[in-house]
Nanobody, 124 residues
């Protein structure tokens, strides 16, 4: 079984909002979380991450529309996506790095565990 699982994807029209969820299925605390997306036929892109404290990082392309949050008692993190655009269409992945961290990286290699992804499709 995987250690992470995403949910909340679906089909939306441009301008709508969506909230993705990621649950960690482990007794291990994952303090360093990231969100990535992969549009069809394109490379994986880091869009958001959160460290063990209160630092969140967003890619420049999504900074004004994406918001990361967390519910620690539920071991769940969220990615709120507002004002969806067609270019947001992608498979979105939740990722986790072992242990704690100060700051975070929008780099695939920095993370140890990945969810299977959830599809977000945005039409005009």
């Amino acid at each position: 079984p995987g250690r992470l699982s995403e949910s909340g994807g679906g089909s939306k029209q441009a301008g709508e909002s969506l909230r993705l969820s990621c649950v960690a299925h482990s007794t291990i605390d994952y303090y360093c979380m990231g969100w990535f997306r992969q549009p069809p036929g394109k490379a994986l892109e880091g869009v958001a991450c959160h460290d063990s404290g209160d630092i969140s990082v967003y890619s420049e392309s999504v900074k004004s529309r994406f918001t990361h949050s967390q519910d620690n008692p539920k071991n769940t993190v969220y990615l709120q996506i507002n004002e969806l655009k067609p270019e947001d269409t992608a498979v979105y992945y939740c990722a986790a790095r072992r242990g704690t961290c100060s700051g975070c990286e929008l780099a695939q290699q920095w993370y140890h565990y990945w969810g299977p992804g959830t599809q977000v499709t945005v039409s005009s």
